[in-house]
């Protein structure tokens, strides 16, 4: 089961849960649906017999923007994904605009690789550690356009939840 929130324009906002293929739960209410892909970014759609065509029109996948046509109406429609909702269940969803001054631990695990150094410039998105955590590989992003201030943990070094991992100028 995976879940996903959805925000439309127009301030509509949805949480879908995929419970099997063609049975979703939206905002708790289950949903019935059949969808056949007619080509790359190309859909048709029948619910509660009713025909509607769906296209991706615009995919912007860093930022999860997209522009969905559904018939003939357009919708801009911003996604987050269950990493991203686990990151705003943890606090850490707003960090760019918090005025970032530390990168810490967003759970237990173990530094697997480093890919910063000190007093390195870096962009937005850009990785900054490899943390194995629940036997996973996570790889752990910069918030905002930062400069590498101090680097407080070793490769091969186990981390507790919160404990700072990176430092940053300020």
Known sequence: MSELKIAIENGKSYTIENLSEGKSLVNSEELNWDTLKVKDGKFHILKNNQSYNAEVIAADYTSKEFTIKVNT????????DRFDLLLKELGMDDLASAGVTELKAPMPGLVLKIEVEVGQEIKKDDPLVVLEAMKME?????????????????????????????????
């Open 73 to 80: 109406q357009e919708y801009n429609v911003q996604v987050e």
């Open 138 to 170: 996570n790889v752990l992003k910069s918030p905002a356009d930062l400069v590498v201030k101090n680097i407080a943990v070793d490769q091969g070094q186990a981390v507790e939840k919160n404990q700072i991992i990176i430092e940053f100028e300020s």
